[in-house]
């Protein structure tokens, strides 16, 4: 099969995943192709997106999956066509709930309300509901406590390929940091990396 041609069925497999992506694997067996050329072609249609101003699209690689996006350089246009007064964004509480997770997972409940200070319940519900965390098992012993983590959308809300890619935390801090300073200092980090 012709180069050109299996560039445009991995386009139109692409297009076609949307936002779940597609693995290396999922590709080669779609494609009935080896990782190794799926890997080549990816990196050629991704080099003719970038390097053709006409195109706005390109392709990224999120929590282990290749998937079309939009060029950075045209978020202006999308933000105004996205844009509505309806946009709900997360408070304040489920940014620090968020944050405290993303680094410090997995992790409980009440673990996240020793570092927030507060109740942590409706902040959990909200970020549980948009699909950012997710029960990624239970405490074992009395009252099995869940225990949270960040799923894949999270990675790709934030435009993280893995959470090795997470901000890093400031490390001049000293070991008896309180726990609000803790929260603060996850806050602060996680805040800078979307804005």
């Known amino acids: 099969m012709e180069e050109d041609k299996q560039l445009g069925i991995l386009e139109s497999l692409l297009f076609a995943a949307g936002d779940e992506g597609l693995s290396i694997e999922q590709i080669g067996e779609a494609m009935e192709i080896s990782e190794e ?12 997106y970038d390097e053709d101003p006409a195109r706005g699209v390109t392709i990224v690689a999120l929590a282990e999956t290749y998937q079309l996006a939009t060029k950075k350089e045209f978020s202006d246009y999308l933000k105004k066509l996205v844009e509505t007064p309806s946009t709900s964004s997360l408070s304040q509480a489920s ?3 968020l944050a405290i ?10 673990e996240v309300e020793a570092i927030r200070g507060v109740k942590t319940e409706r902040p959990l519900h909200t970020l549980v509901s948009k699909g950012l965390i997710k029960e990624v098992g239970r405490v ?3 009252g099995r406590a869940k225990i949270y983590g960040t799923t894949s959308e999270f990675l790709d809300y934030f435009g993280l390929k893995d ?6 935390l400031d490390e ?15 806050f602060s980090s996680f805040k800078e990396q979307i804005d």
């Open 37 to 48: 050329k799926a890997l080549q072609l990816l990196e050629i249609l991704k080099k003719k």
């Open 95 to 97: 940014l620090e709930t």
């Open 101 to 110: 997770i993303a680094y410090k997972q997995p992790i409980t409940r009440v």
């Open 140 to 142: 074992e012993g009395t």
């Open 163 to 168: 959470l090795q890619d997470l901000p890093e």
């Open 172 to 186: 001049t801090s000293n070991e008896h940091t309180s726990e609000e300073d803790e929260a603060d200092l996850f």
